[in-house]
C-alpha cells in the first residue's frame, strides 16, 4: 500500500508526523509491503499550494492510497475524501511508531462528518 506521511523537515522515518498537514514541510511517499518491508519512494516539499502544485494533487499523482496526519483543514480533508484518498489520523507523531500502528490496524480514519472533533487547529 502506498502511503504519505505529512512530516518535519528533513523528513524520513527520524522525522515526526507534523500537524497541521497543510504546514508541514516534507510530504513522504513510503510502500508498505505485505510483509511489513517499508519502502521510502518519494519526497517532496510542501507548500501549500502557493506557487506550486497543491499537495493534494501531489499526493494523488504518485497513486497515495492513504495519507497520515495529526490534523488537517476541512478542505484538504474534503479533497483527499473526493479523490479517493483515505485520511488516517495518528496519536503518536513517531513516523516508525506511526507505520507500527498502521499495519496493526490501530489508525483510525478522519471521515468528513468527524471533521470538527479531530481539527487541531483553527481554520
Known amino acids: 500500500m502506498i502511503v504519505c506521511v505529512a512530516c518535519s523537515d528533513p523528513g524520513g522515518l527520524e522525522a515526526v508526523v507534523g500537524a497541521p498537514f497543510e504546514l508541514t514541510a ?26 506550486c502544485i497543491n499537495p493534494v494533487e ?6 497515495v492510497e492513504k495519507v497520515i496526519v495529526t490534523g488537517l483543514s476541512p478542505g484538504n480533508l474534503l479533497q483527499f475524501h473526493n479523490s479517493g484518498i483515505r485520511v488516517l489520523r495518528t496519536e503518536n507523531p513517531s513516523v516508525p511508531l506511526s507505520f507500527d500502528a498502521l499495519i496493526k490496524g490501530e489508525l483510525k480514519e478522519i471521515a468528513i462528518d468527524q471533521f470538527p472533533r479531530v481539527s487541531k487547529h483553527k481554520t
Open 26 to 51: 516534507v510530504l513522504d511517499c513510503y510502500d508498505i509491503h505485505s510483509d511489513g518491508y517499508i519502502e521510502h519512494l518519494a519526497q517532496m516539499g510542501n507548500c501549500g499550494g502557493s506557487g
Open 58 to 63: 501531489a499526493v494523488k499523482r504518485r497513486g
